[in-house]
């Protein structure tokens, strides 16, 4: 059994994509082209903003707009210890400092009322909060409501990590249109996918729009030898883009399908092991189905047996960031952030793509119940 079936997904769309990579080959259109500009259009049609600008990953669409609003060092940007490492990560990159929020104890995000304490904490650690990163974790995006609300309060603009949400709602509102700008992910793995790196960064505001675009190739200004700051080489291929369109076909089909997967994990298993919530007028695109064992001897004694019965599972994430090595700088200590670190001893991923069998389903469940 796989943890993700990308063949099968692979086999729906193939005709077409070979005809859109024949394109592009027989063009010679490897960088920028039409392929891009489609992807971009579709994209910023399908999230419900303005303006949509595709780049090379999800680091780099998180990466752009800090360094197009120009966030340095002396400024501080909030966000979860309870993420990839990429989302505080590219914090880090531009020299600023991440401060962390604890996350909700229901729904693996950001607590929105960690918010203004952690503003606080940070004037006082002599730093200027400039930015929120809220993180779409597993698929269900954040409480934006009070997000939006106590950031504006805050003086902070929202940068909203939409890697894993992609295909997500509140209130019928899209992931990745959260906030002053939205950040996605192509990799492989992510819900929508393409074949290798790719990334795309959403926004509605026409200046900011300026900027990405500046910042994502070497800062250009009125042509590519006229740089008027700092940026980097951040492009989406085309190859990749054909990918995104292909597959843009078929996503909404894909997300009821998962949502199908997730329904049925939940029903059998939210006896055995805490299931994900999804709250009143969310919907979540499932990029992780992630539950909660009784203690980290039981998610032991629960991931062995999967194991056995030849069916993989993965621990996302087994070290909150404010823990992590790489962090030890920022001064923080275990029983900062207790509900992160509670989910990180007992959090594991059950395999989750649109197309498990009932069979699949069935069997997962089995081993997990009478474990
Ligand atoms: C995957 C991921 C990223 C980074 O995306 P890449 O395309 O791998 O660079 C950032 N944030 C979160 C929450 C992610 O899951």
Redo the contacts with the bound molecule.
Sequence with gaps: MQFIDLITQKNRIRENLMKRIERIIDSAQFVMGPEVLEAEKKLAEYVGTKHCVSCA??????LIPLMAKGIGPGDAVLTTPF?????AE?VSLVGATPVFVDVLPGTFNINPDGVAPAVEEARKKGLNPKALIP???FGLPAEYDRLEKVAAEQGLWILE?A???FGGTVGGRRAGSFGLVG?????P??PLGCYG???AIFTNDDELLELLISVRVHGGGSDKYNNERIGLNGRFDAIQAAVINEKLTIFDDELDLRNKVAAAYSARLKDRVVVPEVPEGYTSCW?QYSVLANSTDDRTKLMAALKDAGIPSAI?YPIPLHLQKAYENLGYKPGDFPVSEDFSARVFALPMHPYLKEEEIEQICRVITRA
Aim: hydrophobic share 45%.
């Design positions: 990953s999800g680091t780099d669409a998180l993420t990839f490492v990429a989302t590219v993180v779409d974790l990590d890697a894993q949400g950040a996605t992910s192509f990799f793995a992510k790196d790719g990334g990029a996302y």
